[in-house]
Nanobody
C-alpha cells in the first residue's frame, strides 16, 4: 500500500515540542488507519497514536495523551504528530505505519525508516 517517509525528528530539551510528518504514497482504501509507534534501545516497540483517514477518529497511548496530537492532511497524503511537553522518556525512533485497526498497536505493518527524537533533561 505504498511508502512512508518520516521527517521532523530532532533534539530538544524537556518541555519542548516537535512536529513529525509522514508523507505517504500509493493506493489506500476508503477507510484506512495510519499512525505512529516508537522504539528505543532495549525497550519494546510502543504504539503512540493513530487515526482513521475517513472519519479522523484518533487513538492515543496513555503515556502521550494530552501531550501528543495526531492529524492528517488528505490533500497532501500526510499524517502529522504534534508532540508537546516532551519528556526524556519520549526519546526514541519514531515510525509511521499502517495499522489493521486503529488502537490495536500490534497490528502495525508497512512502516518507514523512522525519525529520531531525542529529549534531554
Amino acid at each position: 500500500q505504498g511508502g512512508r517517509v518520516e521527517s521532523g525528528g530532532g533534539s530538544v530539551q524537556a518541555g519542548g515540542s516537535l512536529r513529525l510528518s509522514c508523507a505517504t504514497s500509493g493506493y489506500f482504501p476508503s477507510k484506512y488507519c495510519l499512525g505512529w509507534f516508537r522504539q528505543s534501545p532495549g525497550k519494546e516497540r510502543e504504539g503512540v497514536a493513530s487515526i482513521y483517514t475517513d472519519n479522523s477518529r484518533t487513538y492515543y497511548a496513555d503515556s502521550v495523551k494530552g501531550r501528543f496530537t495526531i492529524s492528517q492532511d488528505n490533500a497532501k497524503n500526510t499524517v502529522y504528530l504534534q508532540m508537546n511537553s516532551l519528556m526524556p522518556e519520549d526519546t526514541a525512533m519514531y515510525y509511521c505505519a499502517s495499522f489493521q485497526a486503529c488502537g490495536d498497536w500490534t497490528s502495525r505493518y508497512n512502516w518507514g525508516q523512522g525519525t529520531q527524537v531525542t529529549v534531554s533533561s
